[in-house]
């Protein structure tokens, strides 16, 4: 077994994810309709019997509600997936993950082998996989299907795990029909797959899935795959890794990675009740995005839609920011490589990338004298200095110590210093 692992990571990864830097997550399903807590909803409420979730659903929902009840609810109403690829494209992103199906089992496409449970035969009676996909592909966004591997209360899971997982009937009835399901109609460019953690591999038959995705599936040059399938994978095999939910590692990792985060701090899925403290701020969210890519990560920044399809207007906006910041520095994040320095020893507020011999430096906080210090450059004579979105080039010298000093242009007076990150461009640069 583990010689298969060999060499399924020896498969380079198709160079598509590592320019790409950006993308968007979305976590829809039943949880949308409690829409409180989180989108492990149905676990604690009926898994973990926690007093909080049942109190919640006694106040809010008929006598003997069930978690299936919550379906009929799932509508999608105001689901225009044209309207979302747009949203997403002007956010910057190049790749869009959406939620095929999440540990309740309930599938957003009309899987054959999920009755009565999925999004074609309730709810919405929609194929929302599908019609998303169609909508990304106008847009020229790359697709990614995350997939939950287990299903908490499947009693064909449930069966597997009692005799410690030495059946496999979930995985040959459910979990692989699906995966290969996914794969042949959609033709996804990334598969994120999650749920993995109670079960080793060889339960999962995670390699033989990989050898046919790899080998003979439609997508087998392009499609790219994360490190969650089976017990003690994580950051270990797979494509590129994830490791943990908003991992972030102290110094460049050796392997492809990707930082996933949610504008909802307290959740993945949408809460009715969110409050704006509980969001992500457009500071942030950039911070993130530039300690990510710097570090030779990408970013894959989560949204939750309600029940009936509508992103929150908040997420919009936060959104439209990040898709505003790289409009200007996008040169200095996309197809970039992570510089000989990741960040200035000094501090945290530099971030450097590159492309090629250029180098960009990416400052988070505006220096209070518009004079920006940067140990890690050696200059030449001939070295050229830019701010992104500014015109002109701007005059620098040699520091006293190390490194060079460069003089910004003049920020108009204000109480605050203004908000996000800039990005100088270094030509000439060691």
Same mark, same amino acid.
């Given at each position: 077994?583990?010689?298969?692992?060999?060499?399924?990571?020896?498969?380079?990864?198709?160079?598509?994810?590592?320019?790409?830097?950006?993308?968007? *997550?979305?976590?829809?399903?039943? *949880?949308?309709?409690?829409?409180?807590?989180?989108?492990?909803?149905?676990?604690?409420?009926?898994?973990?019997?926690?007093?909080?979730?049942?109190?919640?659903?006694?106040?809010?929902?008929?006598? #003997?509600?069930?978690?299936?009840?919550?379906?009929?609810? *799932?509508?999608?109403?105001?689901?225009?997936?044209?309207?979302?690829?747009?949203?997403?494209?002007?956010?910057?992103?190049?790749?869009?993950?959406?939620?095929?199906?999440?540990?309740?089992?309930?599938?957003?496409?009309?899987?054959?082998?999920?009755?009565?449970?999925?999004?074609?035969?309730? #709810?919405?009676?929609?194929?929302?996989?599908?019609?998303?996909?169609?909508?990304?592909?106008?847009?020229?966004?790359?697709?990614? /299907?995350?997939?939950?591997?287990?299903?908490?209360?499947?009693?064909?899971?449930?069966?597997? &795990?009692?005799?410690?997982?030495?059946?496999?009937?979930?995985?040959?009835?459910?979990?692989?029909?699906? /995966?290969?399901?996914?794969?042949?109609?959609?033709?996804?460019?990334?598969?994120?797959?999650?749920?993995?953690?109670?079960?080793?591999?060889?339960?999962?038959?995670?390699?033989?899935?990989?050898?046919?995705?790899?080998?003979?599936?439609?997508?087998?040059?392009?499609?790219?795959?994360?490190?969650?399938?089976?017990?003690?994978?994580?950051?270990?095999? #797979?494509?590129?890794?994830?490791?943990?939910?908003?991992?972030?590692?102290?110094?460049?990792?050796?392997?492809?990675?990707?930082?996933?985060?949610? /504008?909802?701090?307290?959740?993945?899925?949408?809460?009715?009740?969110?409050?704006?403290?509980?969001?992500?701020?457009?500071?942030?969210?950039?911070?993130?995005?530039?300690?990510?890519?710097?570090?030779?990560?990408?970013?894959?920044?989560?949204?939750?839609?309600?029940?009936?399809?509508?992103?929150?207007?908040?997420?919009?906006?936060?959104?439209?920011?990040?898709?505003?910041? /790289?409009?200007?520095?996008?040169?200095?994040?996309?197809?970039?490589?992570?510089?000989?320095?990741?960040?200035?020893?000094?501090?945290?507020?530099?971030?450097?990338?590159?492309?090629?011999?250029?180098?960009?430096?990416? *400052?988070?906080?505006?220096?209070?004298?518009?004079?920006?210090?940067?140990?890690?450059?050696?200059?030449?004579?001939?070295?050229?200095?830019?701010?992104?979105?500014?015109?002109?080039?701007?005059?620098?010298? &040699?520091?006293?110590?190390?490194?060079?000093?460069?003089?910004?242009?003049?920020?108009?007076?204000?109480?605050?210093?203004?908000?996000?990150?800039?990005?100088?461009?270094?030509?000439?640069?060691?």
């Amino acid at each position: 077994r583990w010689r298969r692992w060999r060499c399924l990571d020896a498969r380079p990864l198709p160079a598509w994810f590592d320019r790409a830097k950006v993308g968007v *997550f979305v976590h829809w399903g039943v *949880f949308s309709v409690p829409a409180w807590g989180s989108e492990w909803f149905w676990w604690h409420w009926q898994g973990q019997h926690d007093a909080a979730y049942e109190r919640f659903v006694r106040r809010r929902f008929p006598p #003997g509600t069930t978690y299936a009840a919550f379906a009929p609810q *799932f509508t999608a109403h105001d689901f225009q997936p044209r309207q979302w690829a747009q949203l997403f494209q002007r956010a910057g992103a190049r790749y869009v993950v959406l939620t095929t199906k999440h540990h309740e089992g309930f599938t957003n496409w009309g899987s054959p082998v999920s009755w009565n449970w999925n999004s074609v035969d309730m #709810g919405p009676h929609r194929d929302l996989v599908g019609e998303l996909g169609e909508a990304l592909r106008e847009s020229n966004l790359r697709y990614g /299907l995350y997939h939950s591997l287990m299903e908490w209360f499947n009693p064909l899971y449930l069966a597997d &795990k009692q005799s410690g997982f030495k059946t496999q009937s979930f995985v040959l009835k459910k979990t692989m029909p699906e /995966l290969y399901d996914l794969v042949l109609k959609y033709k996804p460019d990334l598969i994120w797959s999650d749920g993995d953690w109670e079960a080793p591999d060889s339960y999962w038959n995670s390699t033989s899935f990989l050898a046919w995705l790899y080998n003979d599936s439609p997508v087998k040059d392009a499609v790219v795959v994360n490190d969650r399938w089976g017990r003690g994978c994580s950051c270990r095999h #797979g494509g590129f890794y994830n490791c943990a939910d908003k991992y972030r590692p102290g110094t460049l990792p050796g392997h492809k990675w990707e930082m996933c985060s949610s /504008l909802d701090k307290l959740s993945w899925g949408y809460r009715s009740n969110m409050s704006l403290a509980e969001v992500m701020d457009e500071m942030s969210m950039i911070e993130e995005l530039v300690q990510t890519v710097s570090l030779g990560g990408n970013y894959l920044l989560n949204v939750g839609p309600t029940k009936e399809g509508v992103i929150a207007p908040i997420f919009q906006e936060r959104l439209l920011a990040l898709g505003r910041w /790289l409009d200007t520095n996008g040169e200095a994040i996309y197809e970039s490589q992570p510089w000989r320095v990741q960040m200035e020893n000094t501090t945290d507020t530099v971030w450097y990338t590159s492309r090629g011999p250029v180098v960009f430096a990416i *400052f988070l906080l505006w220096p209070r004298d518009s004079e920006l210090h940067l140990s890690s450059p050696i200059p030449s004579p001939g070295t050229r200095v830019t701010l992104l979105g500014y015109a002109g080039t701007l005059k620098w010298q &040699k520091s006293p110590g190390q490194g060079m000093l460069i003089t910004l242009p003049y920020m108009l007076p204000s109480p605050l210093p203004p908000q996000s990150g800039w990005a100088v461009k270094l030509e000439g640069v060691k």
